[in-house]
């Protein structure tokens, strides 16, 4: 039986006559061994187990620094220590300009300056609009003079907090010290008129971006103003989601935007911002009648793969682009028992664990692929395979069979309605009309414990002028799937300019 390329990531093109192909808690990886059996597989996404619960509506920001572990849940701060120990700092409240404020949208938080005599000490948080400093040395906060108001977010370099204000305008600290703002150490950017709306450090470089331009600032070391133009540094596109730039594979990623059209996602390349979405994404983010504004976004390195994820709050999806590879997935997660985005919305990384935290309440869950649910949540894993059709000539379809590792049922065995053992299930559905309708669901019996010989086998199918495979697994096995066959006859000759052809 023919292989047909069945593993791969999300592309559903506007016309899905062209492409239709879906990865939903799947996510390709291309073998690096030229003698590999097939050039491209799937593997499952990473479940989630509960690490720690902490108080709030959802854990909205995550920062680790000298083996610590911060996250900000609702109001409050907390510190993760070893096996899920929680401290909680709570959030300065009443005190003016130095409180966390939860409006919902991400905390972003950033180390640095000095503290007692610890280098870094303070660790400054922009969430809400506000400022807040707490003292790594002290476990403290601590009091601001002059603060900046209106903060939209807040990073360092070189010794400078920078907190950028709804004013348009972007303010330094006094060198490592966060708690001191001078009122002259203020800036405009002047290269371009654009509002400004988001910032991120990277290699030294202060990226401050618009919404149509970007632009780049070096430390200069100015007496009223320490940052300055890097020559060159001038990005003809701005920023269309103000929170989803992130540091991923040695360079900043984010969804961009101007006056010229829709938007993209492109990564830093030097200065010159490359595009890395691909048609069939910016077509699904084109047509979300929500709107993409309010996208977060967050690295991860999962088992050698450069993840850039992107949740998207409003359309309640999370789209994943592994960086290396330029192949987007989706991951989402059951909520009341519908799928829906992903339960994470923030990523840190301390004890050799994935922590991430939970958009819809106040845990935080370990991250990895041992983990086989959503903290004991079903995942429901989907492919869509590439259409097979012989330019609209019949085809029979004797056989689709899924090269999928079997005998991996776990021990205890799964069971039925009426508790007796039963095999692990594929679900094979087909469509005849380029996924507008799905035929009903085939279950397919995958192998208990040891029984590695069972072939996830599908025939007698039929008739068919275009054949779509889509494959659903959703019981809590590590689901491997290598590629897919099928064993097809062809009714009709080929057409004549073909034949012809094949005489010339």
């Not at 939860?102 to 969430?127: C, E, F, H, K, R």
């Not at 910032?199 to 919404?211: C, E, M, N, P, Y």
């Not at 690295?299 to 999370?318: D, K, M, Q, S, V």
Request: neutral net charge; aromatic residues 12%.
């Amino acid at each position: 039986m023919p292989r047909f390329g069945f593993c791969g990531g999300s592309y559903q093109s506007e016309i899905p006559l062209a492409d239709l192909q879906s990865s939903i808690n799947f996510y390709p990886e291309a073998t690096e061994n030229p003698g590999s059996r097939t050039s491209m597989i799937l593997l499952p996404t990473p479940g989630l187990s509960l690490y720690a619960t902490l108080i709030g509506p959802s854990v909205r920001g995550s920062y680790v620094i000298n083996g610590r572990t911060f996250k900000v849940s609702g109001t409050h701060l907390y510190e993760l220590g070893a096996g899920g120990v929680v401290t909680d700092y709570g959030g300065n409240p009443g005190t003016a300009n130095n409180n966390i404020v939860d409006d919902g949208n991400p905390a972003v938080m950033v180390a640095g300056g000095t503290d007692s005599g610890q280098y870094p000490g303070q660790l400054a948080i922009a969430s809400g609009g506000s400022l807040t400093v707490f003292s790594l040395a002290s476990n403290t906060f601590k009091a601001i003079t002059g603060a900046p108001v209106n903060v939209l977010m807040v990073e360092f370099q070189d010794g400078f907090f920078v907190a950028l204000t709804a004013g348009n305008t972007f303010q330094a600290s006094q060198v490592e010290d966060a708690t001191t703002w001078s009122g002259l150490s203020v800036s405009n950017v002047s290269v371009y008129s654009d509002a400004l709306l988001s910032i991120i450090s990277d290699h030294r470089f202060l990226w401050v971006f618009g919404g149509k331009r970007a632009v780049a600032y070096y430390t200069s070391g100015g007496a009223l103003f320490p940052f300055d133009v890097v020559n060159g540094g001038f990005v003809e596109m701005g920023i269309l989601a103000q929170f989803s730039p992130a540091r991923v594979n040695n360079t900043i990623y984010w969804l961009a935007g101007d006056e010229r059209g829709e938007s993209v996602v492109v990564r830093a390349n030097g200065f010159m911002p490359q595009r890395v979405s691909d048609h069939g994404f910016e077509y699904w983010m084109q047509s979300q009648k929500v709107g993409i504004t309010d996208a977060v976004g967050w690295g991860t390195r999962e088992e050698g793969h450069n993840f850039y994820h992107l949740w998207f709050r409003a359309a309640n999806a999370t789209w994943t682009l592994d960086t290396d590879l330029g192949l987007w997935h989706q991951r989402s997660s059951l909520i009341a028992g519908a799928p829906s985005a992903h339960l994470s919305r923030c990523h840190s990384y301390n004890f050799g664990l994935h922590l991430v935290g939970d958009r819809t309440s106040g845990k935080v869950y370990a991250m990895n692929s041992s983990y086989l649910t959503d903290n004991g949540a079903a995942i429901i894993r989907t492919r869509i395979g590439p259409t097979i059709s012989k330019e609209s000539q019949w085809i029979f379809i004797n056989e689709f069979q899924v090269d999928v590792e079997t005998g991996l049922g776990p021990i205890p065995a799964l069971t039925d309605a009426l508790g007796n053992p039963r095999d692990p299930y594929m679900m094979f559905q087909y469509s005849g009309d380029f996924g507008k309708t799905w035929g009903n669901q085939r279950m397919i019996a995958c192998g208990q414990a040891g029984n590695y010989r069972i072939r996830a086998v599908d025939r007698r199918l039929g008739k068919w002028r275009s054949f779509t495979p889509k494959v659903t697994v959703s019981d809590p096995i590590f689901w491997k799937i290598a590629d897919a066959y099928y064993n097809g006859t062809q009714e009709a000759q080929e057409r004549l300019a073909k034949q012809f052809a094949k005489v010339t």
